[in-house]
């Protein structure tokens, strides 16, 4: 690509990681060369299943397995911390067409990772590498700084009727 931009995914509704893993595949059909860092995620999703298929996609997991609620335990820190080297790396190389940083809005919202780091990472973006953010609670600045902001907003959800996160729908 000649020029990628910063794009960022938040907001209270279902979709935000679903729309980052649609222009993956979109990416990777187009040939582009793909980099997913999945903050606080850990284990087997469908989206993982599906996108591992391509050459081109990478994902990798820096999560504990458990959503963070309240304070985050020194392993959810570490992994965290884990992942945000590895987006520095990953920017720093700019091997990549694009970076996607999937719940990493999270990370910051959960004060794993700070404003400056992730306003940093978007420095650090080579000209070419487009690099998305993904998660509730994206920052202000963060959202200042970004090309394209896409809130997706909870109208109704059948969650809150009980209903679990179902395989190839929701996980």
Do not use: W
Request: with cysteine.
């Amino acid at each position: 690509m000649e020029k990628g931009y910063i794009q960022i995914y938040t907001g209270n509704g279902k979709g935000k990681t679903t729309a980052s893993m649609g222009l993956a595949l979109r990416a990777a059909g187009a040939g582009l060369k793909v980099f997913i860092v999945q903050f606080l995620k850990k284990g087997d999703y469908s989206e993982i299943n599906a996108l591992s298929r391509f050459e081109n996609i990478t994902i990798e997991q820096f999560g504990q397995g458990r959503f963070v609620k309240g304070k985050p335990s020194d392993e959810d820190l570490a992994a965290c911390r884990q992942g945000y080297q590895k987006l520095c790396s990953l920017l720093e190389d700019g091997e990549h067409d694009l970076v996607i940083a999937e719940e990493g809005n999270v990370a910051f919202m959960y004060n794993m990772v700070s404003e400056a780091e992730m306003l940093s990472l978007m420095d650090m973006k080579p000209d070419h590498v487009e690099l998305v953010f993904t998660g509730r609670g994206a920052g202000r600045k963060m959202i200042e700084r970004a090309d394209l902001v896409t809130e997706v907003k909870e109208i109704k959800h059948y969650y809150k009727k009980g209903v679990k996160a179902r395989t190839g729908i929701e996980k």
